[in-house]
């Protein structure tokens, strides 16, 4: 594994911040007790974020979630990584020069992970991806879509407002609303601006 990260940190044994900090950027929790952080400084930084990105718990709730096109369990603690995040993941992730560059400019978990999961070293230490092409094409699609908007207005029947791809502008989208259990497809033209 030579070449884990810049600093070759590949015999270098995790301290008690590089396991709260994959705690938090893979599996969106905080470690259970001081006594599991206290274990997991026994590993190497390998070891700790191949444990992390190939767990049951990572793949349920980050990968399958995403998947299905629903946001990764970091969406509901924050809008994305704290540049102290991106600059532990840039240090000790398994990550290709361009990635590890990328990750500057990183604003949410959905590019984070886009970055990530594209990313072919990243990928060597997620064995779910590696072993389901279909799987890793359905993250990859489902990430490069990021769907934004409001409601302007909504005054009995009217509804107003606006959605847009914001990884992709000019696509058009079409929004499903239920309303008093009818449902009603809403077909969005795309607006150059």
């Known amino acids: 594994m030579t070449g884990f990260s810049p600093q070759n940190q590949v015999e270098r044994h995790a301290t008690a911040d590089d396991v709260v900090m994959h705690y938090r950027l893979f599996l969106a929790r ?72 990328q990750l500057t400019q990183v604003r949410t978990w959905r590019q984070f992970f886009d970055l990530l999961f594209r990313d072919a070293a990243f990928r060597q230490f997620v064995p779910t991806l590696n072993a389901d092409p279909a799987l890793v094409d359905s993250v990859l699609n489902s ?34 609303i239920l309303a008093d259990g009818a449902r009603r497809h809403c077909p969005v033209r795309s607006v150059s601006g």
């Open 143 to 176: 990430l490069s879509r990021d769907v934004i908007g409001a409601i302007e207005l909504c005054i009995g029947a009217e509804l107003k407002g606006w959605a847009a791809n914001h990884m992709n502008l000019a696509e058009s989208i079409t929004l499903e």
């Open 30 to 101: 905080e470690p259970e007790s001081a006594e599991v952080v206290a274990e997991k400084t026994w590993q190497t930084l390998p070891t700790l974020v191949a444990g992390a990105a190939g767990s049951d718990e990572f793949y349920e709730t980050v990968i399958l979630n995403i998947a299905h096109g629903d946001a990764p369990p970091h969406a509901f603690r924050s809008r994305g990584p704290e540049p102290g995040d991106l600059e532990w993941a840039a240090r000790v992730l398994p990550l290709e020069p361009s990635a590890r560059t």
